[in-house]
């Protein structure tokens, strides 16, 4: 097949004609890039958590920026609830150009000698699924309308053999690969998918679940000496997820970026 005869995706839309689904948007990097994304000129956001009270919170601080804003109530964690999440979405939004997840899940890096056995399971579900269960509800409407954007978080876990992040590193590195690949099957649908990659993030939840104590404290105080440039805020992941949302990453799919300040060069 020639250049010439080889079908084009479709122009991606300009943030001003698009609706976003965050799920895990209530707090951290999903709410900070709720905001950047309205900032930007997104009129139509969803975001998606387990905690209504927080849910309402955010909703009601992105309506404030000018946003159209809803809260969905849902885990993505239960297939038949990402299911509903995209439905609902899809009803309130009247189609969904972003989807972006950034769900957490209750775990903290351990050595894997002593994590019990019957915890594996729960925390590679935790971790992996809800990035893949919300691209499988969502994914056909994109191929239907011929275009959409996947953003997913991840972690440097994915790229980086960490001690204490045997079953993060395995997970975070199934969301990546995950990832990539969905890049390549739904590129000629004008569908773009990537995932951030970020290590230390101060000010969220999870940063502050793995650096108060225990093993990963003395771990990850060792890792933000390295980050000379700064250990990130979840502000500059969000200024990242707006850029792949935006047109001027239109040719950008299948990337595994890292924010982390120079812990590494992963």
């Not at 709410?31 to 998606?48: D, M, N």
């Not at 990850?220 to 440039?229: H, K, N, V």
């Not at 001027?248 to 982390?260: C, E």
């Amino acid at each position: 097949m020639t250049e010439e005869s080889r079908p084009q995706a479709p122009a991606p839309k300009d943030l001003t004609d698009c609706s976003a689904l965050i799920v895990g948007g209530t707090a951290g990097i999903g709410l900070a890039s709720a905001r950047a994304l309205v900032a930007a000129g997104v009129p139509r956001i969803v975001i998606v958590g387990r905690d209504a009270e927080r849910g309402e919170l955010a909703v009601k601080s992105l309506a404030e920026l000018g946003a159209s804003a809803h809260f969905v109530a849902g885990d993505a964690v239960d297939p038949s609830a990402a299911v509903m999440i995209a439905e609902e979405a899809d009803r309130i939004l009247s189609g969904i150009d972003i989807l972006m997840c950034s769900t957490a899940a209750d775990v903290r890096p351990e050595l894997f000698i002593d994590i019990p056995i019957t915890d594996v399971h729960r925390v590679i579900t935790q971790l992996a699924l809800p990035s893949m269960h919300m691209a499988s509800a969502v994914l056909p409407g994109m191929r239907e309308r011929r275009g959409g954007v996947v953003v997913n978080m991840a972690s440097d876990a994915a790229k980086t053999a960490t001690p204490g992040e045997a079953l993060i590193g395995a997970g975070k590195a199934a969301i990546t690969m995950f990832t990539r690949t969905i890049a390549i099957e739904e590129k000629r649908y004008g569908i773009r998918a990537n995932v951030v990659t970020p290590s230390l993030v101060h000010g969220t939840a999870s940063t502050e679940r793995i650096t108060n104590d225990g093993f990963s404290s003395k771990l990850f105080a060792r890792a933000a000496q390295q980050a000379s440039l700064g250990v990130p805020v979840a502000e500059d992941i969000a200024e990242l997820v707006v850029f792949l949302c935006s047109p001027g990453a239109a040719r950008l799919t299948g990337q595994a970026i890292s924010v982390n300040g120079g812990i590494s060069a992963a």
